[in-house]
């Protein structure tokens, strides 16, 4: 596209790509001014879905005009080529800034929210929610000024038919509880995802910021974050309220609007402007006499000469001793500290790995990555993305993108046909190694969150309040299972044509010994979630849990034994490449490594810090592990 001509605008450079299409820096040619030229991209132009969509936002947003929103100045279609001209906007996004400042101080997050607070307003004011208020559609431009994006999911309070109730919309770190249970959303949505945004600028963090979408949708719906002058000491307690207000779990409880959300602001504002640090603060002096001041300074630099010296001898002392009493240089290992912020600044927390990232140039999470061979991989995740390489992951192509529907798991039958699983029952399969995909009805509605193929033909899914889906056909057609639970079930493999095993939410675990005609539930052993289970033979198998937990069975499952590791990260993949040699991939970018089957794991690092979903490996033992923030990493050996 770089140097083509779509109507009077001409492509210069790529600014960014998200689900619906890629936006160009252009020219205008007419007017002579640089526009941001958002174009459809194919993959979606055969969906009349994304082609209302996308004609929506060009409406909605043209029909908002203030300083704080980036204006819209026209609508293209050339030739089957859709697009929007908008403002271009020299700047970053607040996601970006976030990133690199790790977080705002009080009184740069407070202004810059207080912008987003009026954009928004005025939207309300004009009858529109925008249901995806989030850093990454916000840009800062290089005057400071807040420019609000991306009203493609936005809708008119008067609008019917557009949108269905029962359709979750947003993004989830930053979705009000209303629309986690896709009810409709309403002035109050926007207000919730303006305060995860705010607690996010003064903490670098999401309040709700786990290791898997349900942890996060249940903390959205039932927990309270922690106050951000727990995090922040410079924070003030009004800041506390403010936010915790904006959080209410019930929409009537939060801000009326957004001119109400401003009100509270300003004074917090007026009497915390230009504060960076209370622990910084300055003091002013008193005038002291030139010469006492002469003295002081004498007295400061003697004191300084002599501890220097001390701790020089101590030096000298101390290696000298270790050289009679080695094991005082040996400390302990500290256990690995049980907060986000913790494992991110910690000293051990190396920047070297085993593995290299990928470059996919795609920003949603992803949930899971699959190869079918040395060559041929793909991987899904949020906002219904399918990526796939042909060359062993050195280039991705995006290949679906299904408007709003979040993708958990994706695999291939032995027979070559694969099939990926999501929310709202959904499972789409692919008969040309994921070029394209075609949908397969489930019979549910619940979330699909594991597939597995124990044959050519025989396949189980798994998923939210005690879905099993069994197929004999190879997929063409799933009927579901009765189980005598009804929680999450989260993973299912099988150690032999029989003996299957199903581990989920609050330490459950099923097993069947009939090739899953029935399932039973076994003693539990763990109030834990268990995130996934894996068996190396029929004898040998793994499950990985919440809190660093790992059990192991060496009895086929009949009994289930804690191994101990220095980990206190969510674990979410357990993926071996041989009996031997093994890994589990963490919500907290480490990755444990086993050399002797699983009985002892080392921590590792993953050389960035990003919540990791799913292992997968190749004939030739090469180990790929997905991510959040379109991640994959690719093992090194």
């Not at 403010?242 to 929409?251: E, G, N, T, Y």
């Not at 590791?565 to 009996?579: C, M, N, P, Q, Y």
Request: one cysteine or more; aromatic letters at 10%.
């Amino acid at each position: 596209m770089i140097g083509s001509v779509i109507e009077n605008y001409k492509i210069i450079s790529v600014l960014g790509e998200g689900g619906m299409g890629v936006v160009y820096k252009a020219l205008d040619m007419k007017l002579e001014r640089f526009v941001a030229l958002k174009i459809l991209g194919t993959q979606s132009l055969n969906s009349s879905q994304f082609i209302e969509r996308f004609k929506r936002e060009a409406r909605n947003q043209a029909k908002l005009n203030h300083p704080n929103i980036v204006p819209v100045y026209g609508f293209t279609d050339d030739n089957g080529i859709l697009g929007i001209a908008m403002e271009y906007v020299e700047g970053e996004t607040l996601e970006k800034i976030i990133f690199r400042k790790k977080r705002l101080e009080l009184s740069e997050a407070l202004n810059l929210i207080k912008q987003v607070l009026a954009g928004v307003g005025y939207a309300h004011n004009k009858g529109f929610i925008h249901r995806d208020i989030k850093p990454s559609n916000i840009i800062i431009s290089k005057e400071g000024v807040v420019k609000i994006m991306d009203f493609g999911i936005s809708k008119s309070i008067f609008e019917k038919g557009i949108t269905k109730t029962g359709t979750k919309i947003g993004t989830i770190l930053y979705m009000s509880p209303e629309q986690i249970r896709a009810e409709e959303p309403t002035r109050q949505s926007d207000i919730y995802s303006i305060g995860v945004t705010l607690y996010e600028m003064l903490t670098g963090l999401t309040p709700f910021d786990y290791g898997t979408e349900y942890d996060i949708m249940e903390g959205h719906l039932k927990k309270t974050p922690p106050r951000v002058s727990m995090q922040i000491n410079t924070v003030p307690p009004e800041v506390d309220k403010i936010v915790a207000k904006s959080l209410d779990k019930i929409a009537l409880k939060r801000y009326k609007s957004c001119e109400e959300f401003i009100d509270e602001l300003d004074p917090v504002m007026a009497r915390y402007s230009g504060v960076k640090s209370t622990i910084n603060k300055e003091f002013k002096a008193e005038p002291v006499q030139k010469s006492v001041f002469v003295q002081k300074m004498k007295i400061t630099v003697l004191t300084v000469v002599i501890l220097g010296m001390f701790i020089g001898l101590a030096y000298v002392l101390f290696y000298a001793i270790s050289d009679f009493w080695p094991t005082i240089t040996k400390l302990e290992p500290r256990a690995a500290e049980d907060t986000v912020a913790g494992v991110q600044n910690s000293p051990k927390y190396l920047e070297r790995s085993n593995f290299v990232q990928l470059t996919t140039d795609i920003r949603a999470n992803l949930n899971s990555v699959f190869f079918l061979d040395d060559y041929i991989g793909v991987a899904c995740g949020e906002k219904g993305t399918i990526i796939r390489t042909t060359d062993g992951g050195d280039f991705w192509n995006p290949v679906l993108f299904l408007d709003s529907i979040n993708l958990f798991d994706i695999k291939f039958s032995s027979a070559g046909s694969g099939f990926v699983i999501g929310e709202d029952g959904k499972i789409f399969r692919t008969t040309d190694l994921g070029e394209s995909w075609v949908e397969v009805s489930s019979g549910v509605i619940e979330s699909l969150f594991s597939i597995e193929f124990v044959s050519n033909n025989l396949g189980f899914i798994v998923g939210s309040k005690g879905t099993v889906l069994k197929t004999s056909d190879g997929g063409n057609n799933w009927v579901r299972v009765k189980v005598p639970v009804n929680n999450l079930l989260y993973s299912v493999t099988f150690s032999s044509d029989k003996d299957g095993f199903i581990v989920g939410w609050n330490g459950t675990v099923l097993r069947t010994a009939n090739g899953g005609n029935s399932w039973e539930v076994i003693p539990p052993f763990t109030d834990k979630y268990l995130r996934d289970v894996n068996f190396l033979n029929n004898r040998e198998g793994l499950i990985c849990a919440a809190a660093g937990e790992i059990f192991r069975t060496e009895d086929g499952g009949t009994t289930w034994n804690k191994i101990s590791t220095s980990s206190t990260s969510g674990l979410a993949s357990i993926g071996f490449v041989d009996e031997v040699h093994g890994f589990i991939a963490s919500a907290r970018g480490e990755i444990l490594e086993t050399k002797d089957g699983g009985r002892n794991w080392n921590v590792n690092p993953s050389g960035n810090y990003f919540s990791l979903s799913r292992i997968a490996s190749t004939p030739k033992k090469n180990v790929f592990i997905s991510g959040f923030n379109g991640v994959i990493l690719k093992s090194k050996i």
